[in-house]
């Protein structure tokens, strides 16, 4: 293992964090700054946008040739981090979930002709984007084998039929991922594909209320009556429907993680600045022990979970699908972010359940972590499974 950062990643690492600090932060403490879902609102969203492509802080996780900064997975840790130390920051520079994840996977395993035209729109800003794979019981959520969503070939397209839900960003987007059933094959019965918004027979049959803030686009219920694609649209092979989800889940779940590690340690920064001013009984907060427990024990989950994403990142970057290490820092840091919020909230007292802080945002929205790409006993059970298979080798260095 190698963390040694390139210039460049810590060169963006400084550029990001005065860019949040200088244009994202200030955008939190004003109410017109949101939309009616708890994200930014349009305006306020192009505006910043607009600096940071002039900044050259425009989609890090895409090649240059695209527009992008081509950062390899160690150099995207080090900036979504950064971006997140705001609420609104990831979707500024166009990292944000679900299309950070539709466009690594597009860009791996997409045609020419799929990248340009249902990659290259959403690099640029220009459309939104979702992936379509869960659906409501009895149909498929942590087991995929369970999908009754079909697509049934007809010639040189494909028919689809069938209900999704919870597809985040689905309400207003125009490229979309389905993932679909194509045959009974155990291992090689789902195949994906890809749609344009404007395609008849489907549609959004509402936006699902949720507890926390929503990404753009919420988290929708989707009919398929009869939606008609193209062969041509087709993602990698008849069967590989799985391996495209693996391909973007491998990455999209650790950028996930890297985003809410910059959400955690926002958190203590803003319990920090209150502990440093505030007195009771004589002293400073920060300076009482038992306040200093609560505080080192949140920083450090947080250093253990940048130092799994780290691990998991570095094994990506060499080629290696870090099943494994990715499931550990999901789990791990999905229970970090909720534990450091936490805290947080409790030492600012009253003004932590208050909405003077962003604390009570990052609160509602912390508890969709153990859920979002696979729920936390899903992957301790394959964790599990891997070290029943491999016995002493579950602990292997790896190269
Ligand atoms: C905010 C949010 C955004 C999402 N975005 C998308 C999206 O963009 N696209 C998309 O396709 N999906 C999306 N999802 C869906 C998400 O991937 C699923 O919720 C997740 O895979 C779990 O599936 P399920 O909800 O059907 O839970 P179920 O499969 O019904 O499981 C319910 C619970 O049972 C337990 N459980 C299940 N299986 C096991 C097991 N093997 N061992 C132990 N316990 C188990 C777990 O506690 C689990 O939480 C999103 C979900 C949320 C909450």
New binding site residues.
């Given amino acids: 293992m190698d963390f040694t950062l390139s210039p460049q990643a810590e060169e963006y690492r400084n550029k990001v964090r005065a860019f949040v600090d200088a244009e994202i932060i200030p955008l939190e403490a004003v109410r017109a700054s949101y939309d009616d879902h708890g994200n930014i609102a349009e305006g306020p969203l192009e505006a910043v946008r607009a600096k940071a492509r002039a900044a050259g802080l425009w989609a890090p996780q895409m090649p240059p040739a695209r527009g992008g900064l081509g950062l390899d997975v160690m150099g995207r840790a080090v900036f979504y981090e950064e971006a997140n130390r705001s609420i609104f920051g990831p979707v500024c520079f166009n990292c944000s979930a ?1 299309d950070d994840g539709n466009m690594t996977v597009l860009e791996k395993v997409g045609t020419d002709k799929q990248k340009e035209e249902f990659l290259q729109p959403i690099v640029d800003g220009k459309v939104r984007s ?5 659906e409501p ?1 009895p149909g498929a ?3 995929p084998t369970m999908m009754l969503t079909t697509a049934k070939r007809q010639g040189d397209k494909w028919v689809v039929h069938g209900r ?1 839900w ?4 689905a309400d207003g987007a125009a490229h979309y991922i389905l993932v679909a059933k194509t045959s009974d094959d155990p291992r090689k019965g789902l195949t994906a594909f890809l749609f344009h918004k404007d395609q008849p027979g489907w549609r959004v049959v509402r936006r699902i209320p ?1 507890m926390g803030p929503e990404e753009h686009g919420g ?1 929708c219920e989707l009919e398929f009556d009869g939606l008609e694609i193209p062969d041509a649209n087709r993602l990698m092979e008849i069967g590989d429907g799985l391996k495209v989800t693996q391909i973007r889940l491998g990455t999209a779940r650790l950028t996930h993680c890297m985003r809410w590690l910059g959400l955690a340690k926002r958190s203590l920064e803003i319990a920090s600045a209150y502990i440093s001013e505030r007195e009771g009984f004589g002293i400073k907060l920060a300076e009482r022990e038992s306040v200093q427990l609560l505080l080192g024990d949140a920083a450090k989950e947080i250093h253990i979970g940048r130092l799994l994403v780290m691990n998991a990142a570095w094994k990506l970057d060499q080629g290696d699908f870090a099943r494994k290490e990715v499931s550990i820092a999901k789990v791990h840091v999905a229970d970090t972010l909720h534990k450091a919020v936490d805290t947080a909230i409790q030492l600012c007292g009253a003004r932590g359940y208050s909405q003077d802080t962003v604390l009570e945002w990052m609160y509602r929205y912390a508890r ?1 972590a153990r ?5 936390s ?2 992957h301790k ?1 394959v964790l599990a499974r891997y070290y029943l298979k491999e016995g002493s080798d579950f602990w292997s260095w790896g190269a």
Wanted: glycine content about 12%; aromatic content about 8%; hydrophobic content about 40%.
């Fill in positions: 679900p979702a992936f379509v794979m869960t019981h959520g942590s087991d999704k919870f597809s985040t960003g949720i988290h969709q859920l979002v790409d696979g729920a006993e899903v059970m």
